[in-house]
């Protein structure tokens, strides 16, 4: 007999009401013990498919002199737009599993207060509607314990999770190099997620 090991009996299945109604219809994935509600996360298909359908039409309309240049650049913008999408989802997906199975946090001296953790709070709350001006407003306020910290030891305070997410999405800009990876290490320290981190150090420029 052919038996999976628990790491890999992963599965997605649709749990509808017993009435048929779809309204409360709620997708689950499921690995070993552990189920999350990832209805929500299925919108990025559709959200991909709208992308993909939308860039196909927008280069078959081009007229033929258009330069291969400008070709090439819309597509990779498009196909940087899909891998963002996606790593969103997966990212997503990682921090629903991470919570439920209450993993024990690795980053207990990683306590800021103060000013500048509230202000992290505020703009980790407003999600993609934080504007360039939100991010040149949050100072440190001088020289705090994380600004003489060296990338080593930075690292050191970050969960993995959140140091392999911050990596991938380095990548995906083009920012994968140990200046940018420093500061924006500094700003997950300071109370940051790994999304406005980047945004900070890409938009302000005492951080370059």
């Not at 649709?14 to 189920?35: C, E, F, M, N, Q």
Request: with cysteine; hydrophobic share 45%; glycine share 4%.
């Amino acid at each position: 007999m052919n038996v999976r090991p628990a790491a890999c009996m992963r599965e997605c299945i649709l749990r509808v009401p017993a009435d048929g109604g779809a309204t409360s219809s709620h997708a689950l994935y499921r690995i070993s013990t552990v189920s999350v509600d990832v209805t929500d996360l299925l919108n990025v298909d559709f959200e991909l498919l709208e992308l993909i359908d939308h860039a196909v039409a927008h280069l078959a309309g081009l007229p033929v002199s258009t330069a291969m240049e400008e070709k090439a650049s819309y597509a990779q913008w498009t196909l940087t737009a899909v891998l963002e999408l996606q790593l969103d989802r997966v990212f997503a997906l990682t921090q629903r599993l991470g919570e439920c199975r209450a993993a024990p946090a690795r980053d207990a001296e990683l306590v800021t207060g103060g000013t500048t953790a509230h202000l992290c709070e505020v703009i980790n709350r407003m999600g993609r509607r934080a504007q360039p001006s939100d991010y040149a407003r949050l100072k440190p306020g001088g020289r705090d314990v994380f600004s003489s910290m060296n990338l080593e030891r930075l690292v050191n305070l970050i969960p993995n999770a959140v140091w392999v997410e911050t990596q991938v999405r380095l990548r995906a800009v083009s920012l994968l190099i140990p200046k940018y990876e420093t500061q924006v290490a500094r700003w997950l320290a300071r109370g940051l997620n790994v999304y406005h981190a980047i945004e900070k150090v890409k938009w302000d420029p005492r951080c370059r």
